[in-house]
């Protein structure tokens, strides 16, 4: 079984510019999440998708960050306009279940690293 | 509120036991969590509990639940070097699963 995708993996962008990331779950999995995680720190959650729609976006700063899952499958997070504190890295989790607590459990992809100058 | 901590550094030599400890501070957790992290790597899961469980051991990792002291730890036995990575303890006390994770433990295993 694949695991979940994500695309690029590295990104390097001056401040101010737009930037857009890319996340393919496991195949079937209802439920996709974005993580923010800055270095040092714990992954902070951005946004929770439940096939195509939004289940919780409270932690989305949504002056400069949008995401979108089309057809309930891939997805997008963008920023737009990048600051410096942006730079960290982006993970893309998916889960196959509406996300029950507990026993659904969260597939990570690798991530992508983004360097805000 | 939500607030999970961990100690930032632990490290054991090749063969002891290792133990990480965690503390959160929201009584309403139902699920905690233990995430293994390697260089370059997305999260792992490794094991949950439940809060109405005080222990759960699975092949070498044993997790311990404090409800009283909302204290949570993960004991690796025989450690190797290959559990060299960081930790991560996170809870669940929202509906949707979504997770709650702490700072990290990062494990150095010496030969």
């Known amino acids: 079984e694949a695991g979940v995708a994500q695309s690029p993996r590295y990104k390097i962008i001056e401040k101010r510019q737009s930037v857009a990331f890319w996340c393919n779950p496991i195949s079937g999995h209802a439920t996709l999440y974005w993580y923010q995680q800055i270095l040092g720190q714990g992954p902070k959650l951005l946004i929770q998708?439940?096939?195509?729609?939004?289940?919780?976006d409270s932690q989305l700063p949504k002056d400069r960050f949008s995401a979108e899952r089309l057809k309930g499958v891939d997805s997008t997070l963008k920023i737009q306009p990048a600051k410096l504190e942006d730079s960290a890295v982006y993970l893309c989790?998916?889960?196959?279940?509406?996300?029950?607590?507990?026993?659904?459990?969260?597939?990570f992809g690798p991530g992508t690293r983004l360097t805000v100058l | 509120g939500e607030d999970v901590e961990q100690s930032l550094f632990l490290s054991v030599r090749e063969g002891d036991s290792s133990v990480i400890n965690c503390t959160y501070t929201?009584?309403?957790?139902?699920?905690l969590y233990w995430y293994k992290q390697e260089p370059g790597a997305g999260l792992q899961l490794l094991t949950y509990?439940?809060?109405?469980?005080d222990m759960k051991q699975d092949q070498r990792l044993t997790v311990l639940l404090n409800k009283k002291d909302k204290h949570l730890s993960l004991r690796i036995a025989d450690t190797q070097t290959g559990d060299s990575a960081i930790y991560f303890c996170?809870?669940?006390?929202?509906?949707?699963?979504?997770?709650?994770f702490g700072g990290g433990t990062r494990l150095m295993v010496k030969p």
């Open positions: 929201d009584s309403s957790s139902t699920y």
């Open positions: 989790a998916s889960s196959p279940n509406a996300g029950q607590r507990g026993t659904d459990t969260q597939y």
């Open positions: 996170a809870e669940s006390i929202r509906a949707g699963n979504m997770l709650t």
């Open positions: 998708f439940q096939n195509n729609g939004v289940v919780d």
């Open positions: 509990i439940f809060s109405n469980m």
